[in-house]
Nanobody, 123 residues
Framework: VQLQASGGGLVQAGGSLRLSCAVSGFTLGWSAIGWFRQVPGKEREGVACINTSDGVPYYADSVKGRFTVSRDIAKNSFYLQMNSLKPEDKGRYYC?????????????????WGQGTLVTVSS
């Protein structure tokens, strides 16, 4: 099983990026999906997750209204659209899949992880 995150890069504040997570060796279907962010010296935090049976996304307060998580079952992939980026959005973004719906956007609620993609936002 492999999760391949891509789409990170350097962007100016106010710009947009779309992160992708391609899943192989595992049928994504309606499994729990999540995007997490980590900066040096801090714990990995949940940014956007879908981890409930009703499929309603959870967003961290800091990204609400700017980030959107989505999936494409046919492509076995999911995405994080990031708009109106701010310098504080920078970090390494990891995609994750959960084998069960655990109703939490925390590291412990996810089982499979990608390698991360780096996002840098210049002011």
């Amino acid at each position: 099983v492999q999760l391949q995150a891509s789409g990170g890069g350097l962007v100016q504040a106010g710009g947009s990026l779309r992160l992708s997570c391609a899943v192989s060796g595992f049928t994504l279907g309606w499994s729990a999906i999540g995007w997490f962010r980590q900066v040096p010296g801090k714990e990995r935090e949940g940014v956007a997750c879908i981890n409930t049976s009703d499929g309603v996304p959870y967003y961290a307060d800091s990204v609400k209204g700017r980030f959107t998580v989505s999936r494409d079952i046919a492509k076995n992939s999911f995405y994080l659209q990031m708009n109106s980026l701010k310098p504080e959005d920078k970090g390494r973004y990891y995609c994750a899949v959960g084998a069960e719906l655990r109703h939490r956007c925390t590291e412990a609620a996810y089982d499979l992880w990608g390698q991360g993609t780096l996002v840098t936002v210049s002011s």
